[in-house]
């Protein structure tokens, strides 16, 4: 089958076709998302023919072999560590969500790291109704989710973006407020989704509210993270950073976003959407910052 692989630059290539354990449905590949970190923290020695990828949406070609997950035919989103940039994907029936008739595909793709990451994070932060939450990296993938759930979820969101030009559509997702880094905030904060880490990570930390959290979850700046402890002492109220991992299995947010998202109570932010011949112009855009939230590409 053909796929996207790196080799060692972004390119096409002929891989084996994936081989699904007993627990695996086939999918029949429609569309893929592409997340910074698959491309910028990428292996410098990728293993020949590994087929990278995370998000991917299409339709059951073989349904599992152990007879969990769904029939041949079911529009499906999903999720793994890799294999989704090919035409065929093998993918454990617990990482899939059902995508109804009315959802395009390619928006659906968009959703498995960027959205599960953001709701997890949400979740992470405990009860939000009324209290003020700040998003950094808002203008990407996760940032977007972020903002959305967040404001769902009861929030007083402040988006934090790099440029004015970043901001665009922020508030129609439902930030009450942006601002141009953390060290603009006019007033502390309960929580914070941090997509950027580095000097930005530090300076939202000087400015949580007595026992506030920081959820780190990204490190868009590929800057390390250095807090005067002293400094916070005097700068900030009692504190705590706790490092976000997303776990899975992914089957049972896909389908809450994959609902959100049927309702119109979610948007998927896609800021760029081509063909997968394009993928090494997704791929520079999304790395150059010029993709407001998610960078989708369609196969034939």
Same mark, same amino acid.
């Given at each position: 089958?053909?796929?996207?692989?790196?080799?060692?630059?972004?390119?096409?290539?002929?891989?084996?076709?994936?081989?699904?354990?007993?627990?695996?449905?086939?999918?029949?590949?429609? $569309?893929?998302?592409?997340?910074?970190?698959?491309?910028?923290?990428? +292996?410098?020695?990728?293993?020949?023919?590994?087929?990278?990828?995370?998000? &991917?949406?299409?339709?059951?070609?073989?349904?599992?072999?152990?007879?969990?997950?769904?029939?041949?035919? $079911?529009?499906?989103?999903?999720?793994?560590?890799?294999?989704?940039?090919?035409?065929?994907?093998?993918?454990?029936? @617990?990482?899939?969500?059902?995508?109804?008739?009315?959802?395009?595909?390619?928006?659906?793709?968009?959703?498995?790291?960027?959205?599960?990451?953001?709701? #997890?994070?949400?979740?992470?932060?405990?009860?939000?109704?009324? *209290?003020?939450?700040?998003?950094?990296?808002?203008?990407?993938?996760?940032?977007?989710? $972020?903002?959305?759930?967040? &404001?769902?979820?009861? &929030?007083?969101?402040?988006? +934090?973006?790099? +440029?004015?030009?970043?901001?665009?559509?922020?508030?129609?997702?439902?930030?009450?407020?942006?601002?141009?880094?953390p060290a603009d905030l006019t007033?502390?904060?309960?929580?914070?989704?941090?997509?950027?880490?580095?000097?930005?990570?530090?300076?939202?930390?000087?400015?949580?509210?007595?026992?506030?959290?920081? #959820?780190?979850?990204?490190?868009?700046?590929?800057?390390?993270? @250095?807090?005067?402890?002293?400094?916070s002492r005097s700068r900030s #109220?009692?504190? *705590?950073?706790?490092?976000?991992?997303? @776990? @899975?299995?992914?089957?049972?947010?896909?389908?809450?976003?994959?609902?959100?998202?049927?309702?119109?109570?979610?948007?998927?932010?896609?800021?760029?959407?081509?063909p997968w011949e394009q993928a090494?112009?997704?791929?520079?855009?999304?790395?150059?910052?010029?993709?407001?939230?998610?960078?989708?590409?369609?196969?034939?």
């Amino acid at each position: 089958m053909k796929a996207l692989i790196f080799d060692p630059d972004l390119s096409f290539g002929v891989v084996p076709d994936p081989v699904p354990s007993p627990s695996q449905v086939l999918v029949q590949v429609s $569309a893929f998302s592409l997340n910074f970190g698959e491309i910028a923290y990428r +292996s410098p020695h990728p293993r020949p023919g590994h087929v990278p990828g995370w998000d &991917a949406a299409g339709v059951v070609v073989q349904a599992a072999a152990d007879g969990s997950g769904p029939a041949v035919g $079911a529009r499906v989103v999903t999720f793994g560590w890799s294999g989704a940039w090919a035409e065929l994907r093998a993918v454990d029936t @617990t990482e899939l969500a059902l995508v109804p008739d009315d959802v395009d595909l390619a928006l659906a793709a968009a959703l498995p790291v960027a959205g599960v990451t953001a709701l #997890q994070a949400v979740r992470r932060l405990g009860p939000l109704p009324e *209290r003020r939450v700040l998003v950094t990296g808002a203008s990407g993938g996760v940032g977007r989710y $972020a903002v959305q759930l967040a &404001a769902l979820a009861g &929030a007083h969101v402040i988006a +934090s973006v790099g +440029s004015p030009s970043r901001a665009e559509g922020l508030r129609e997702l439902g930030a009450a407020e942006v601002v141009l880094g953390p060290a603009d905030l006019t007033g502390r904060v309960y929580g914070v989704l941090d997509n950027v880490g580095g000097r930005q990570l530090a300076e939202a930390f000087y400015r949580l509210e007595d026992d506030g959290v920081i #959820q780190a979850i990204g490190k868009a700046s590929k800057e390390p993270t @250095t807090i005067d402890f002293e400094e916070s002492r005097s700068r900030s #109220q009692r504190g *705590r950073i706790e490092n976000f991992n997303v @776990t @899975t299995p992914f089957g049972d947010d896909l389908a809450r976003l994959v609902g959100l998202l049927s309702r119109g109570e979610l948007d998927a932010q896609v800021g760029w959407r081509g063909p997968w011949e394009q993928a090494m112009a997704a791929a520079e855009a999304l790395l150059s910052r010029r993709v407001q939230g998610k960078a989708v590409l369609t196969l034939p």
